[in-house]
């Protein structure tokens, strides 16, 4: 972190050369500003668990990380004019070995001088940006309202609601207030029917605890089923499961995990499936663990969890990572009509206007938010209520699913 500082503090002096008398006060801010950041990350990252850390504290995290991106980002074109400059001083020696050296015309130091202001401009306006996702976007909460036709389902049940919530995230989710808020927004719509597609916390079941009886308030006809999403395995702890003492630790936190969903009143399905009667018609919610694409767990069994279901009843799929949708859902022979998906976040970062919507989620994922139908398969990816990492979202905000299904 100090490397980088110091690589844009070139870029930052450059707008304040022969400024006078106050030259050095500049510079003293910038350093001491340096170091509260640093200090600021260490203690952040020390502190990272703790789910009770206030908004304010969260925020300043926020701010802190929004200020390293920036710089980061700022130095990246003083390091391609530095790239080019070590190529032209290689060539210009190899050449002045057998020649006389060649000048380079133009004016290098303009040059400089432009990629540096280029660089303060480019860091303050993602400052900029990133500071709002944290003070106004963090707990801005949309609710995305949408009409989803399923082939089998019984003209009988007329436009029966689901809400689907994903990916709170507790253990960074940072204030009960906030979560109260969403609960009151999610008991508004009178669902007939709450899915929670997985990512409860970030690392430990404990994260829950200060949200317990929040949680516990949100309501539905015809109950809540969850899954679990890949930060609920206590997978990112270091934990050594190949060790007997590591993976009895690792089964106490699955266990307890299990128990902090009976706790808050969420059905949780580990590759299995529950049957509602709706006006004496059936639905099948099928819910799996974990599985996803590339280095992510793959605890999900979907043939376990489809053993015994009858698929002429319309069939809901709950899994955590859209990944396996393309992979898994689409191939398996018996018909699932819709996945509830989470896990993207939509990189808590892009741009959502009317139709339009982009976010780097994209790269990685080819269904990263929304609706997305192939043949007659369909996946909705919800965009998550919580934040990781960066707590704050731009552009994608945290999100509340109101779908209608209907014949
Ligand atoms: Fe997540
Ligand atoms: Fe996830």
């Not at 309501?219 to 499961?241: A, C, E, F, Q, R």
């Not at 976040?345 to 982009?358: D, L, P, T």
Request: aromatic share 14%; net charge positive; glycine share 8%.
């Amino acid at each position: 972190m100090l490397l980088i500082d110091a690589y844009f503090w070139q870029a930052f002096r450059i707008n304040i050369n022969n400024r006078g008398k106050n030259y050095y006060l500049i510079p003293t801010i910038y350093w001491t500003f340096s170091v509260i950041t640093i200090v600021a990350t260490f203690y952040g990252f020390n502190n990272f668990q703790q789910p009770t850390m206030s908004v304010f504290l969260t925020s300043l995290r926020g701010l802190v990380f929004a200020l390293f991106i920036c710089k980061f980002l700022g130095i990246l074109p003083l390091l391609i004019d530095d790239i080019i400059r070590i190529f032209k001083l290689i060539f210009q020696t190899v050449n002045g070995l057998f020649t006389d050296p060649i000048e380079f015309k133009g004016s290098p130091i303009s040059r400089i001088e432009f990629l540096k202001r280029a660089a303060i401009v480019l860091a303050g306006l993602m400052f900029s940006t990133l500071s709002y996702g944290v003070l106004f976007g963090r707990y801005n909460f949309k609710k995305h309202r949408l009409k989803v036709r399923l082939d089998k389902w019984s003209k009988s049940i007329a436009a029966f609601k689901i809400v689907q919530i994903s990916d709170l995230h507790l253990g960074g989710f940072g204030s009960v207030k906030k979560l109260e808020e969403a609960v009151k927004l999610i008991n508004e719509e009178d669902a007939d029917l709450i899915l929670f597609t997985g990512d409860l916390v970030n690392n430990f079941y404990w994260e829950t605890d200060p949200y317990i009886e929040t949680l516990k308030k949100i309501k539905s006809k015809n109950g809540i089923y969850s899954v679990l999403g890949n930060h609920d395995y206590s997978d990112y702890t270091g934990i050594n499961k190949k060790s007997p003492e590591g993976k009895k630790q690792w089964n106490d936190h699955l266990n307890n995990m299990i128990q902090m969903h009976k706790t808050i009143g969420f059905n949780l399905l580990l590759n299995q499936h529950k049957t509602i009667t709706i006006n004496n018609k059936k639905i099948n919610i099928v819910g799996v663990e974990n599985w996803g694409n590339g280095n992510f767990s793959k605890y999900g069994d979907l043939d376990l969890a489809m053993d015994n279901v009858d698929d002429k009843h319309p069939t809901i799929l709950l899994s955590h990572d859209p990944s396996h949708w393309e992979e898994k859902v689409q191939k398996h022979p018996k018909k699932i009509d819709i996945q509830f998906a989470g896990h993207t976040h939509g990189m808590q970062f892009g741009i959502e206007i009317g139709k339009f919507k982009w976010s780097p989620a994209k790269w990685k994922y080819k269904q990263w938010a929304g609706l997305y139908s192939k043949g007659n398969h369909q996946i909705y990816v919800n965009r998550g209520i919580g934040h990781l990492g960066y707590p704050g979202r731009v552009g994608i905000m945290p999100e509340i699913a109101i779908i209608e299904i209907s014949a």
